[in-house]
């Protein structure tokens, strides 16, 4: 049975984490889900880095919600590199799932979009998993997650 | 019994590390603290390895506090991307708690600025060595540290 | 037999990897393509990792269409970053093709700009597998791929 | 007997590493000194590390004046990122004494400057060596290198 | 006898490695030298690392020409901070020759600048080789390469 970690933070103002578990467990019966809940978004390198290393996932998502300044920005950007770097030493998969404060013109769409682009990203957890063809048939499509997908152009 | 670094720096212009200290002990008798000061927050990231290399440490708290200029948000930087390195490094968390002189008003709004994060920080501290479950619980709730805790949105 | 790797994503909104595919196999007969499809391209550089450490490619193209907002930048900086940390860790070339929206005036002009920069990169990588000559021959001659090649000056 | 090596460049208009040299031997009858000229900022990594696995030094003093471009502003970062890189491989502090043309209004006040930072710096490099608990006692104090202290807040 | 790697690319406007291999042949009869040309200068990280591993170069030259826009300007900080990883672990120097399209006012300037810049590192190259002294007498007395040196200040 598969591993699937799920990092996420208290500093978010979504429970992006529970939305994932739902997603994933309705999308397959055949995996397991390790939750690791750290404070914010520059936690989520390493929290990631335990889950393959000391739980032996074989993917990860890591959900964070960046503010809106500057130095949220900057954060973001630290994390985005730590997790990259992750992947490269543990050879897995992170789908990192950040939603920032500012792409939301309000409270309500901030939620929905938080919750679409977290279950939008659980497709993609479980195609990388068992059906990486999916993923190839739609290569070049414009996929987004949480808005509307682009448009294809030819 | 767990060992919890903590590394500051005679640039701050406040004694971050004497209030780590004291809320760390009011928050449980069973750990011991290691105290490694560096001249600034560039030599932090150093200073972090060696408390986990060289004196065992189960996790740290890197303390700092960058000034207001340009150079200084790219120092800021710059030692945030290397404590994220040395935590992966080490599979071990470092808990990053940087003020920054123009999060506050005037200095008296930075020195409770200073202390008052801190002391939270310790909080995450506490939890991520003994009580996970307490972060979780509190999982996407928009908790802060320093100002105001944000709303969690539904 | 030389392996070539292929990663691209469901985001971009051309089929860059066809492209690619078509113009490596009508470059050289004796080359085995593999292809591997992410979501975003900052899942890039762990897909060519993999490529090169499970699929054993001796080069790999990574191709990606990062969006024209600040943040899809920094996410195309992060990626690239990654994708020269992957170069270093196997020693072998990955030929970056990223084609950003904002580099065309419209959707035609950017459908025919994708696909020459990943044509024209396809005879990179045969060059830097079979032909190193050739590259060496045209060092300094202000080569671009996707628009015009810019004129060697004296 | 501890070494510390002295790694500068012939890009700096000030001879800083004399400076080093010079307040380092007031400091300590037990140092012995090991210098080393690279061309400009940029190599300083490399020189540093150079410094550790060939020469065996405990510390290292980088010495650097980046120009006041913006390119030169980027050549600073950069450096500064590979001399973090460096003591997380060596586990040992490089003290970095980067000294910007554009932070004196004058070229006496640049000397001045990059004479001062230096010297004090130096101090910070005996301390780590010999006397933690000097850099412990001032934790949180707001001390500068080159211009005046800040004063700490209360 | 000592291996100099030259490695440049197609993208570059100017042929720097011609210019390279004439000035460091006239300096030292005892090198010889290995050219490798790749595309652009993103991928001169692991060209040079290919120098050293496969090659055994004991320093390398890396020469490249960035255009004039934003994203250029990105592309030679990430070609930058691959340099100096790779130095870092091979423990051996690069010597950057990059050339900025807008460090000069017209094409004549640049093919100037493009000479006269590799042609100055050259004779850096061969210091490091073989006269470190001379780069130590020269030590904090504003050398630059391709304009006017700086007047060094007391």
Redesign the interface.
């Known amino acids: 049975m598969k591993k699937i970690g799920i990092a996420?933070?208290?500093?978010?103002?979504?429970?992006?984490?529970?939305a994932a578990i739902d997603e994933l467990q309705s999308l397959s019966a055949s995996v397991s889900i390790i939750?690791?809940?750290?404070?914010g978004i520059?936690?989520l390198?390493?929290?990631c880095?335990?889950l393959f290393?000391?739980k032996n996932c074989d993917i990860v998502m890591a959900l964070g919600m960046p503010g809106s300044k500057q130095?949220d920005?900057?954060?973001a950007?630290?994390?985005?590199?730590?997790?990259?770097?992750?992947?490269?030493?543990c050879?897995?998969?992170?789908?990192?799932v950040f939603v920032?404060e500012d792409e939301a013109k309000n409270?309500?769409e901030?939620?929905i979009l938080?919750n679409n682009r977290t279950r939008k990203?659980a497709h993609?957890v479980i195609n990388?998993l068992f059906h990486?063809d999916v993923?190839?048939k739609?290569?070049?499509?414009?996929?987004?997650?949480g808005f509307e997908d682009?448009?294809?152009?030819?």
Chains 1, 2, 3, 4, 5 share one sequence.
């Open positions: 996420d933070t208290t500093f978010a103002r979504f429970d992006m984490a529970s939750r690791y809940t750290a404070p520059k936690d390198p390493v929290s880095k335990k290393d000391e130095i920005k900057q954060c950007h630290e994390a985005s590199t730590g997790l990259i770097s992750v992947q490269l030493m050879n897995r998969h992170i789908i990192e920032h409270e309500k901030l939620s938080a990203h993609n990388l990486p993923l190839r739609h290569a070049g499509e414009g996929l987004r997650q682009a448009e294809p152009i030819r």
